[in-house]
């Protein structure tokens, strides 16, 4: 009985078409590096600027002088007293950059921040974890209609490593598993086992011989992981297989 959602916690098995994943992630945003050098403000620089673009802010300057002023700051275009002349004040300076787009001048030094990069994205575009919903989350809502607008489709870049390895083979090497006597440590370290004696019938020091069910959830997940990577190596001559793709997800706006 909480306002906030449960922390959530990935299982410790999950595939991605038939094969046992090690590990998934997403491919975010990255920097780069355009010109390595020394800058200053007092060196001149040449710049190359590309006229199409800029002849194209000087089409949308209208469209996003608006959204500045009503989205941004809260205010009426209506309101603003010098608008015609602040639009053609910044249409003349682009017009002057798209003519002469090859230049050579002393720059403006600006750092970029990239630390607050992706807090502001998850802050635009609201995206907490709660609101990343389904097509049943969204048929249960009062609020699935298209009147609303209250969902809106995303894309991101998933990555993926896991096993080469079929399910089928994965099934196979499970319960070839569940007929061994694994030998494990004796004490409290529930997570460790021995990997290298797994044969019925093989123990003695401070082992502990026990059965593949008598071991925890995530003991067997880690043994099986470990057999399968044998398996695979063996079979494959390969561990992983890497994949990337890209995938929609629906965001609540309302959430």
């Not at 306002?3 to 991605?16: G, M, T």
């Not at 800058?39 to 620089?45: C, E, G, L, S, V």
């Not at 609201?126 to 389904?134: D, E, T």
């Not at 695979?232 to 994949?243: E, F, N």
């Amino acid at each position: 009985n909480i306002v906030c959602p449960n922390k959530q916690v990935d299982p410790l098995e999950s595939f991605h078409e038939g094969h046992l994943l090690e590990s998934e992630t997403y491919i975010g945003g990255h920097v780069e590096c355009l010109e390595a050098g020394v800058f200053r403000a007092d060196i001149p620089a040449k710049f190359n600027l590309v006229p199409s673009a800029l002849q194209q802010l000087i089409h949308n300057i209208d469209r996003d002088l608006t959204f500045t002023l009503e989205v941004e700051h809260g205010l009426q275009r209506s309101d603003a007293v010098n608008y015609d002349e602040v639009r053609q004040q910044i249409v003349s300076k682009l017009e002057m950059l798209r003519d002469s787009p090859h230049r050579e001048e002393s720059p403006i030094i600006y750092h970029l921040d990239v630390g607050a990069m992706y807090p502001n994205i998850i802050l635009t575009n609201r995206l907490q974890p709660s609101a990343m919903v389904s097509t049943s989350d969204c048929a249960s809502c009062v609020y699935n209609k298209a009147e609303n607008q209250c969902k809106r489709p995303m894309t991101w870049t998933w990555r993926g490593d896991f096993s080469p390895t079929s399910f089928s083979e994965y099934q196979s090497v499970k319960r070839q598993l569940e007929y061994e006597r694994i030998n494990t440590p004796n004490g409290n370290n529930n997570n460790s086992y021995n990997k290298n004696n797994t044969a019925a019938g093989v123990g003695g020091g401070n082992l502990n011989v026990r059965t593949f069910s008598e071991l925890s959830e995530r003991e067997q997940t880690a043994l099986i992981r470990t057999r399968l990577k044998a398996y695979s190596s063996r079979v494959y001559r390969k561990t992983k297989v890497t994949s990337v793709e890209q995938r929609p997800d629906t965001v609540c706006m309302r959430e």
